[in-house]
């Protein structure tokens, strides 16, 4: 009967032991995987952080987006994103966990490119159609870079432009 006992006992101890092993791996995985869960207010994603932090990351928000209804907010283990949309274009900002402004994307249907890179583009790749224009605002930059989705029959390109040059990302054929 004692040797029953110990035999249990042994079990139930290798059993909790590979729940905490497996429970210890998954936590690390979800740090590493990214996005912290949260509803998505300033006040729920911000939990965990400094008071002052979330002071920098309120006023440079409302500051540069001005009345912007229902903003998504969600820490990751390199920032801070907050999803919204304005003027009916959905819009990324990303910010340090420091609360500093890294760059903000806006995803646009179509073209909309400032006519110069317009004129460029169509210069190179004459017969392709843009299906979405992405510009990003850096921080550390006044000019704007832009990622074209674009397509001509079955093909398709990922463009980068960045003053005036222009780079093919991804290339291939639906």
Request: with cysteine.
């Amino acid at each position: 009967m004692n040797f029953l006992w110990i035999s249990l006992s042994t079990l139930a101890v290798m059993i909790s032991g590979t729940l905490i092993m497996l429970l210890i791996r998954r936590s690390d995985r979800q740090k590493k995987v990214g996005p912290v869960p949260s509803s998505g207010t300033l006040q729920d994603a911000a939990k965990n952080l400094d008071h002052r932090i979330m002071l920098k990351l309120s006023h440079h928000f409302d500051s540069n987006f001005i009345n912007i209804y229902r903003p998504f907010w969600q820490i990751a283990n390199e920032g801070i994103a907050v999803k919204f949309t304005m003027h009916n274009t959905p819009h990324l900002v990303y910010y340090t966990l420091d609360g500093e402004w890294k760059h903000t994307l806006r995803s646009y249907n179509g073209e909309v490119l400032p006519n110069a890179i317009s004129k460029l583009v169509r210069n190179k790749f004459e017969l392709y159609a843009i299906s979405c224009t992405e510009e990003i605002v850096f921080s550390d930059s006044e000019v704007k870079t832009y990622i074209l989705h674009m397509h001509k029959g079955n093909k398709y390109k990922e463009v980068f432009i960045e003053n005036n040059e222009m780079i093919v990302m991804n290339e291939k054929e639906l």
